[in-house]
């Protein structure tokens, strides 16, 4: 049981490139989330999504972009990566309708220079 | 700002004691509130959670209280023992337009355990 897996685990990116983290998981969970965590914000939510084709904002979805074609996946995107999207993502899914308990990955640590 | 907040951001304990972690949440609305753990370099890790209809909720080592008179929550860990040195964070389930809840995290409270 793989659960819930990101990739890539550690990136580094130069300001002004186009990055894009991958988040898996093979629960068939219906909710996916996109967090970062910062040091004194704790974790912030970027992006959700609800089902596949069902995206919304989060608290800091500004410079980012999602998609979910298929339910198992739900990239997020940093059009043009700045300094300040420095940070580890972590991705996480939950199923609905009972606790809200949400399952996350290992994460991904992005460093922009 | 954030509605959720730790009363402590770091405890130490001796190895074998109970360790008690607080949470303050202002959202009185909130129906959920759940605890994670965190070993460095992982995601988090989902220890224990508890409905707004109930105040006391136990689990294996762990037990949530909930105070809803005064918006509090806390994580009591008995017989703490060194693998549960981690960062401990207190989250409640907030409703954007009525969809499920988004949890709303706090900063989290380190634990350190001394053997």
């Known amino acids: 049981d793989a659960g819930i897996t990101q990739s890539p685990r550690y990136k580094i990116t130069e300001t002004g490139r186009q990055v894009t983290l991958m988040c898996h998981q093979t629960?068939?969970?219906?909710?996916m989330f996109w967090y970062r965590q910062d040091l004194g914000h704790g974790l912030r939510l970027i992006y959700y999504?609800?089902?596949?084709?069902?995206?919304d904002k989060g608290e800091v979805p500004d410079g980012y972009v999602v998609s979910r074609s298929k339910t198992e996946n739900f990239p997020l995107t940093l059009e043009s990566a700045t300094r300040s999207q420095t940070s580890v993502y972590f991705c996480?899914?939950?199923?609905?309708?009972?606790?809200?308990?949400?399952?996350f990955g290992p994460g991904t640590r992005l460093t922009v220079t | 700002g954030e509605s959720v907040g730790l009363h402590l951001p770091t405890l130490s304990v001796q190895e074998g004691d109970n360790s008690i972690i607080n949470c303050a949440y202002s959202n009185s609305a909130s129906d959920y509130f759940i605890w994670y753990k965190q070993e460095s370099g992982k995601g988090p890790q989902f220890i224990i959670d508890i409905r707004s209809n109930m105040d006391k909720r136990q689990g294996q080592r762990v037990t949530v209280l909930l105070n809803k008179t005064v918006k509090h929550l806390s994580l009591q860990i008995a017989a703490t023992q060194p693998g549960d040195s981690a960062v401990y964070f207190c989250a409640e389930n907030i409703n954007y337009g009525g969809s499920q809840g988004n949890l709303i995290f706090g900063k989290g409270t380190k634990l350190s355990v001394k053997p």
């Open positions: 996480a899914s939950s199923v609905p309708g009972g606790g809200y308990e949400q399952y």
């Open positions: 999504s609800a089902a596949a084709d069902i995206t």
């Open positions: 629960w068939s969970h219906s909710y």
